[in-house]
């Protein structure tokens, strides 16, 4: 069974430039998250998808973040403009439903830089 | 909200040494508890979770968390560790009710020395 693919792995930018990152969860998996790491910190929740829809999206910066799900499969985080701060891993992680029982797969992450 | 406190950020070991990675929780509503592991250059995957029943729960590579609702503590032990054990351990609590979403404590890096 693949398991959560993530893209890039690694991307540096410039502060006031625009990223996106791609996501592609386990087959079958209905409930998709993305989760934003910074070092020396644990993962923090960003948004939660169920299908095509937002489940929570509470601490995700909306003046510059944006995500979509459009089809209920894949994914793609979008930050614009970058700032210092955003520099961290950025994770995705998928379950068969949602859930506070329900284990979380996760993929590689992406590592951003923003200079 | 709930919130998780991992107090050791860095534990070095000896091969073959016990080990307790020390995590707290904080929760005004019942939790479910994990712990999450993530090998250098890897994702993070489950190592244990505790839902229900026996408060002590094992991996299938020598782990074992017991849950602790008078301390709100979910510790992590093992035995006896080896050199793969390396890696980063995260404690992570979701709450039953309300918000239900994963939320995960600092880390807290195991290096283990031959």
């Known amino acids: 069974e693949a398991g959560v693919a993530q893209s890039p792995r690694y991307k540096i930018i410039e502060k006031r430039q625009s990223v996106a990152f791609w996501c592609n969860p386990i087959?079958?998996?209905?409930?998709l998250y993305w989760y934003q790491q910074i070092l020396g910190q644990g993962p923090k929740l960003l948004i939660q998808f169920q299908n095509n829809g937002v489940v929570d999206d509470s601490q995700l910066p909306k003046d510059r973040f944006s995500a979509e799900r459009l089809k209920g499969v894949d994914s793609t985080l979008k930050i614009q403009p970058a700032k210092l701060e955003d520099s961290a891993v950025y994770l995705c992680?998928?379950?068969?439903?949602?859930?506070?029982?329900?284990?979380?797969?996760f993929g590689p992450g992406t590592r951003l830089l923003v200079l | 909200a709930q919130s998780v406190t991992q107090l050791d950020s860095q534990v070095p070991v000896f091969e073959e040494a016990p080990v307790e990675l020390r995590c707290n929780y904080s929760s005004s509503v019942s939790v479910y508890l994990f712990w999450y592991v993530q090998y250098p250059n890897q994702g993070l995957q489950l190592l244990l979770k505790?839902?229900?029943?026996?408060?002590l729960v094992e991996s299938i590579n020598g782990f074992e968390a017991e849950f602790n609702k008078s301390q709100t503590s979910f510790h992590l032990r093992k035995p006896s560790v080896h050199i793969s054990d390396t890696a980063e351990y995260f404690c992570a609590v979701s709450e039953l009710q309300g918000a239900q979403k994963l939320v995960f404590g600092q880390g807290t890096r195991l290096t283990i020395n031959p």
């Open positions: 505790y839902l229900s029943g026996s408060t």
């Open positions: 992680a998928s379950s068969l439903s949602q859930g506070s029982r329900e284990t979380q797969y």
């Open positions: 087959s079958g998996h209905a409930t």
